[in-house]
């Protein structure tokens, strides 16, 4: 199974501020990488997909990038509906698998 | 469009879990459904993928345990987990996959999930 390191695990950032998350494959994924955010009591929301393509209805404000092995979210002018933990997953190969999450909160 | 859990919420241990996702607002033709469970301790890991032909992938994890099935003219997919044990307890979520040109697929819609505890 390909595995998925996401650092860092939790973060604090400030209302405003511009946060980024690392991920990291074990092997190389080409760009079969997506990122979902997840709120307290909530079911997953895909941001992202193919690493850096939004999905339908999710603001600019929120970029992905990366190929290969490594891989980032960047997240600007934090808000408050922000403050949630952000989860990597491949889909490059079987079985799909995601990173740890990362919780970002407010400082 | 609009993806909906159900099932029991209490499994006892050695029994099977059943779980139905009704899918409303849209076709199911054209994606993959998915099972994704959430645990504290392993996090979000993914059951497997069935597509409206009734192929199949499962996660070779859970692949002698698990059983994925579909009814279009339901709009449904159904989640059979056999012989569960309290690690299997879970938040259960239905995911559509949007499938693109060269056959790859990503996780585009989820459902709001439903918690499964499995105790005696």
């Known amino acids: 199974d390909i595995q998925m390191t996401q650092s860092p695990s939790s973060l604090s950032a400030s209302v405003g501020d511009t946060v980024t998350i690392t991920c990291r494959a074990s092997?190389?994924?080409?760009?079969?990488l997506a990122w979902f955010q997840q709120t307290p009591g909530q079911a997953p929301k895909s941001l992202i997909y193919d690493a850096s393509s939004l999905q339908s209805g999710v603001p600019s404000k929120f970029s992905g990038s990366g190929s290969g092995t490594d891989f980032t979210l960047t997240i600007r002018s934090l808000q408050p509906e922000d403050f949630a933990t952000y989860y990597c997953?491949?889909?490059?190969?079987?079985?799909?698998?995601f990173g740890q999450g990362t919780k970002v909160d407010i400082k | 469009v609009q993806l909906q859990e159900s099932g029991p919420g209490l499994v006892k241990p050695s029994e099977t879990l059943s779980l139905s996702c009704s899918v409303s607002g849209g076709s199911m033709r054209s994606f993959y459904w998915s099972w994704v469970r959430q645990t504290a301790g392993k996090g979000l890991e993914w059951l497997g993928r069935?597509?409206?032909?009734?192929?199949?992938n499962y996660n070779p994890s859970l692949e002698s345990r698990v059983s994925m099935s579909v009814d279009t003219y339901k709009s449904q997919i159904s989640l059979k987990l056999f012989s569960v044990t309290a690690a299997d307890t879970a938040v259960y979520y239905c995911?559509?996959?949007?499938?693109?040109?060269?056959?790859?697929?990503?996780?585009?819609?989820w459902g709001r999930g439903t918690l499964v505890i499995v105790s005696s």
């Open positions: 997953q491949q889909y490059d190969s079987y079985p799909w698998t």
């Open positions: 069935i597509y409206t032909d009734h192929t199949t």
């Open positions: 092997r190389g994924i080409s760009n079969y």
């Open positions: 995911v559509r996959g949007e499938i693109q040109m060269q056959g790859k697929w990503y996780f585009d819609l």
